[in-house]
C-alpha cells in the first residue's frame, strides 16, 4: 500500500493559488511504476477525478481543472503536487492522492487535505 499522505490545503480568497503535496510510503523505485492521481470531494458530492499523471510523466485533467490546475511528480522524494492556480469557491474540497489503481478500486485513501476558497 502507497499510504498516501496529503498536505498543504487551507484557506485561500478566489483567484488565489495552493500547492497541495502528496508524499507514499514506499521506496522511490515502486512509487516510481505508478500512475497517481488527485481527486477532490465537495460535501454532498461524488469523489471526482482532479488530474493524472502516468509513470512516465504524461499528465491528463478533466474539464474541471483544465488550465488551472498542474500535477507532477518527484520520483525521487516519493512526492506529487498539485499546483492550483486562479481558485475558485467551486473549488471547496477535500483534496485526495492516491494511486490510479487504487483510486479505480475506491481503496486505500488518505485523509486529504482541505482547500476552502472564498470570495
Known amino acids: 500500500q502507497v499510504q498516501p499522505v496529503e498536505s498543504g490545503g487551507g484557506l485561500v480568497r478566489a483567484g488565489g493559488s495552493l500547492t497541495l503535496t502528496c508524499t507514499a510510503a514506499v521506496s522511490s523505485s515502486e512509487f516510481s511504476r505508478y500512475a497517481m492521481v488527485w481527486y477532490r470531494q465537495s460535501p454532498g458530492k461524488q469523489r471526482e477525478l482532479v488530474a493524472k499523471?502516468?509513470?512516465?510523466?504524461?499528465?491528463t485533467y478533466p474539464d474541471s481543472g483544465q488550465g488551472r490546475f498542474t500535477i507532477s511528480r518527484d520520483n525521487v522524494k516519493r512526492t506529487v503536487y498539485l499546483q492550483m492556480i486562479s481558485l475558485e469557491p467551486e473549488d471547496t474540497a477535500i483534496y485526495y492522492c492516491?494511486?490510479?489503481?487504487?483510486?479505480?478500486?475506491?481503496?486505500?485513501w488518505g485523509q486529504g487535505t482541505q482547500v476552502t476558497v472564498s470570495t
Open positions: 499523471i502516468s509513470s512516465g510523466g504524461v499528465t
Open positions: 492516491n494511486t490510479f489503481n487504487s483510486a479505480l478500486r475506491n481503496s486505500d
